[in-house]
């Protein structure tokens, strides 16, 4: 038996529905929290599988995990144990590598499998490595295991080739306990960034810089445990948007920071989608007339390329062509074969796709090949005449908190059926 989500299209949506705490800071904040010697509560937290393997991971380690409400989670350290992580949860998620830098900040040692995550073309993990080299770590890689150890970790100025996100927290977490100063030049700026050196200055790391392209962290000896609220999910806010866009007649999508979805919002409009942002909601009208638009995904303030995936799915209903360019995951287009199967009329180029709109989409038997992809399938099945069956939606459940539950709230028509 399987699981799979069944969405008759055509339904409009209307209401308000409110975005959970953001998945790619969460996954983040909870290895961060292992480098405090108390509990540290986070609030906030989405109700998804990333979680739930992170919190295997922990447990593994011996960590004490307390859900003490649903969005509340206490991790406490004090019986922790380092030892080498192997629980095919491992796997399962792209962030446990953020176990890397945090155990080796910690007890400048770990050991641990090779990350998993969504396929979304190669997804090297070079600059996280030599940014652990950088502060004084050996990297060893052999059968499937890495092993990076540090006799002292000493503060240096690392440079990163490409502002990535994974390895500038990574980074922060490795540099947090490490003599002197450490400078992280091109530095993400993501607002997850933000996040993370937040709770970690709570905990008493003195990291400034986040947000810009240069961080700098000064080695300090003790963390303690403290509070958290995790920012809202600025992802899950585009998806929503895009969906209030594709198949709403008033919709509002409530605790957002707007300014995280300024090139989002700033794209909609060029579409021609009718919009009143304030400042913590934004309020979509729907029916308006969808003119093509060409878009370049970027690193943050950027066009966030998580989002070009679900966007695809609007832009098949846009008068005229509209051309992506993927600048950061090459092969992030697996959701134009199942567009295309539902009616969409997509070429797919290297780095690039052309959506010739606006078509007449069909519900079809698709399959979620990975977590956007999941979302521009949902929002194609609202779009379409006839049931939208999507498969492999565990891809959907590891980073969307109760997506067909807020939907339904919305007036979708979206049921989960066991399938054989
Ligand atoms: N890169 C390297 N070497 C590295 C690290 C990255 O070449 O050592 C390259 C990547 O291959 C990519 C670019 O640098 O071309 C940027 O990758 P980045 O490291 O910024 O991505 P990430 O940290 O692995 C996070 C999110 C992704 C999101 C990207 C880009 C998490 C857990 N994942 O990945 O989220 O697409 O940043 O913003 O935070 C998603 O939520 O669906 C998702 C995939």
New binding site residues.
């Given amino acids: 038996m399987k699981e799979v989500i069944q969405i008759e299209g055509g339904h409009k949506l209307s209401g308000n529905v409110r975005i959970s705490g953001s998945?790619?800071a969460t996954?983040?904040l909870i290895p961060a929290s292992i480098l405090a010697n108390g509990p540290v509560t986070i609030c906030g937290v989405p109700n998804i599988s990333d979680v739930e393997s992170l919190a295997i991971l922990l447990r593994e380690l011996n960590v004490q995990v307390i859900q003490n409400s649903t969005d509340h989670l206490v991790i406490d350290t004090t019986e922790m144990r380092n030892k080498p992580l192997d629980h095919p949860a491992v796997t399962r998620?792209?962030?446990s590598y953020y176990f890397m830098g945090a155990l080796l900040g910690k007890y400048g040692e770990v050991k641990m499998k090779m990350p998993g995550?969504?396929y979304?073309?190669?997804?090297?993990?070079?600059?996280?490595?030599k940014g652990f080299e950088a502060l004084g770590a050996t990297v060893d890689y052999s059968q499937g295991y890495y092993t990076i150890k540090a006799k002292k970790l000493v503060g240096a100025k690392i440079f990163l080739?490409?502002?990535?996100?994974?390895?500038t927290?990574n980074i922060m977490m490795a540099a947090v306990h490490a003599e002197g100063r450490t400078t992280i030049e091109n530095a993400?700026k993501?607002p997850?960034i933000i996040d993370v050196a937040t709770l970690l200055n709570k905990m008493g790391a003195q990291i400034r810089g986040a947000g810009t392209n240069v961080i700098t962290i000064d080695g300090v000896d003790h963390l303690s445990g403290c509070f958290h609220e995790i920012i809202p999910d600025r992802?899950e806010a585009g998806t929503f948007i895009i969906m209030a866009a594709a198949a709403a007649e008033k919709m509002t999508i409530e605790n957002i920071i707007p300014q995280h979805l300024e090139s989002l919002l700033s794209k909609l409009s060029e579409m021609g989608v009718s919009m009143e942002v304030n400042v913590d909601r934004v309020t979509i009208t729907g029916g308006c007339k969808l003119k093509a638009v060409d878009v370049k995904t970027l690193?943050?303030p950027g066009f966030?390329?998580?989002l070009q995936q679900p966007l695809t799915a609007l832009l098949t209903q846009a008068e005229g062509d509209s051309r992506i360019i993927e600048t950061?995951?090459s092969e992030r287009f697996k959701h134009c074969v199942e567009l295309q199967r539902m009616g969409a009329d997509i070429e797919v180029g290297p780095s690039n796709s052309l959506i010739h709109g606006p078509s007449k989409l069909f519900g079809e038997r698709v399959t979620a090949t990975?977590?956007?992809c999941g979302a521009s399938l949902v929002i194609a099945g609202l779009l379409a005449e006839g049931i939208t069956e999507i498969h492999e939606i565990y891809h959907i459940d590891r980073?969307y908190d109760d997506l067909d539950g807020k939907l339904n709230a919305l007036g979708a028509k979206i049921r989960r059926v066991e399938i054989e």
Avoid: F, M, Q
Wanted: proline share 7%; net charge negative.
């Fill in positions: 998945k790619n996954v983040a998620l792209r962030a995550g969504c979304l073309g190669p997804r090297p993990i070079d600059l996280h490595l080739d490409i502002s990535s996100v994974g390895a927290i993400a993501e997850e992802i690193p943050y966030a390329t998580d950061i995951y990975d977590l956007r980073g």
